[in-house]
């Protein structure tokens, strides 16, 4: 090979890694791999859609590091020390967690940018690694939604707040609905029931008896009297 040829072929793989950056791996088909780690937790965000705007995904990186180990540290010490988050356009709901690893549709957040707890909700759901028939999945909403209540970076900037009571609601519509149910049990019955329940759904302890165990009252009673009486003071 000529001198020329060598320098040409040179120039050519380094403008390729300038291009590509040297700590962000893109294949042919788009895709973009970062390994980040600090403090002892380490976070792998792929994003598989070469449109998915740059703040956003930093964004989600330092809510990840800002949120997660307060959430393992109040909830689960034992919880997983890698996470990995998907951008993948084949994802058509919002977002979902399983096994560690989150995915996110790119075009809810290209709706809702600033909808970033999205990511204080699905991590969560790692924090809490309940085992199969743990107990019913409003239990398992309405915990990541009082979390992401409670740590959310910006709740208000993404719209998001719990939903005000009103009579067509139950216990069981999960989420916004049955995290501020539990605020109010808080409240009004037993401190520290969130942290009770999140722990006897991941041990398997979990069953109805633990409402009225805790609180002197079923979860249907407790209900009449949110209903009733729904302020959160
Ligand atoms: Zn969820």
Redesign the pocket.
Known sequence: MSTVATVVLLLIAYTSIAQNGWNNVNSKDNVSKDTISEKGYTLVFINKDSTFDKSVQQNMINTFFTIYPKEVKEYNCNSLKKVIIIIDPDYKDV???ADGIVRVNPQWMHKHPGDIDVVT??V??IVQSYPDNAGPGWI??GI??YVRNEFGVDNAGGGWKLTDYNIHQSYRDA?RVTARFFIWIEKNYKKNLVKKLDKAMRTNEYNEGFWEKETGQTVDQLWKAYAANPVLR
């Open positions: 977002a979902a967690t909700h699905e969560m759901h398992t909403e990541a939604d989420y």
